[in-house]
């Protein structure tokens, strides 16, 4: 089952513009991540922010995390064509008997045009 | 590259047939975890191995097993295969059991075609 919920679900923007990705979660969260997938490739990782951080940045990245409206924001400033992948925000969740578990969302597909 | 190796990159079989998945974890890392991605379900959690045992299950099938050997690689086992099981599995690895900041780096997957 989806606990992240991505929106948009695809979003097209110029190059040099920024691009804002959300993600909306439904259960308590130990961590939130955000994945980033070219197509048909593997999921590489970008940023984890605890459930007690409330925005974290790297590089071009700003997530910021509110658990009250349990979302989540990824901004991507000054895009670069480079950066059109689909992005997932991933909820990383106590599964009982001592596990976590790591549950993705659908994805928002950005398209940055040069 | 995220140093998570998967063999092969493409597989085609035929229903009804049982297929291998292999995956070696990064050089440190203890845990695997095995994922299936698909266009109408998206990427689904499978399950997990820490140190050669079964750690936590997520939606995968009865006909669908795993395990990690001593030398922390692993099988992923799909047998009886239907078409719906046509997806991307992807295997991922981290240092620890998981939670808290473990983070999973992703191999390149597998894309299983079932004819």
């Known amino acids: 089952s989806q606990q992240g919920e991505e929106d948009p679900q695809a979003l097209s923007i110029q190059e040099g513009e920024n691009a804002t990705m959300n993600c909306s979660y439904k259960?308590?969260?130990?961590?939130l991540q955000w994945y980033r997938q070219n197509s048909g490739r593997g999921l590489v990782h970008l940023i984890l922010?605890?459930?007690?951080?409330r925005e974290k940045h790297s590089g071009r990245l700003r997530v910021t995390l509110d658990t009250s409206k349990k979302s989540s924001s990824l901004l991507i400033t000054a895009s670069r064509a480079a950066d059109t992948a689909s992005y997932f925000c991933?909820?990383?969740?106590?599964?009982?008997?001592?596990?976590?578990?790591?549950?993705f969302g659908k994805g928002t597909k950005l398209s940055v045009i040069p | 590259d995220s140093g998570v190796t998967q063999t092969p990159k493409h597989l085609i079989t035929a229903t009804g047939q049982r297929v291998t998945l292999r995956c070696s974890p990064r050089?440190?890392?203890?845990?695997v975890y095995w994922y299936q991605q698909s266009l109408d379900q998206g990427l689904q959690f499978l399950i997990q191995?820490?140190?050669?045992?079964?750690?936590a299950k997520g939606n995968i099938l009865e006909r669908f097993s795993a395990q990690q050997f001593p030398d922390l690689h692993s099988e992923l086992n799909l047998s009886s295969l239907e078409l719906g099981d046509s997806a991307l599995y992807f295997c991922?690895?981290?240092?620890?059991?998981?939670?808290?900041?473990?983070?999973?780096?992703f191999g390149p997957g597998t894309r299983l075609t079932v004819l």
């Open positions: 991922a690895s981290s240092v620890g059991a998981g939670g808290h900041t473990d983070t999973q780096y």
């Open positions: 259960t308590s969260i130990n961590n």
């Open positions: 922010i605890r459930s007690n951080e």
């Open positions: 991933a909820t990383d969740a106590y599964s009982g008997a001592g596990s976590y578990q790591l549950t």
């Open positions: 050089s440190g890392d203890l845990s």
């Open positions: 191995y820490y140190n050669g045992e079964e750690r």
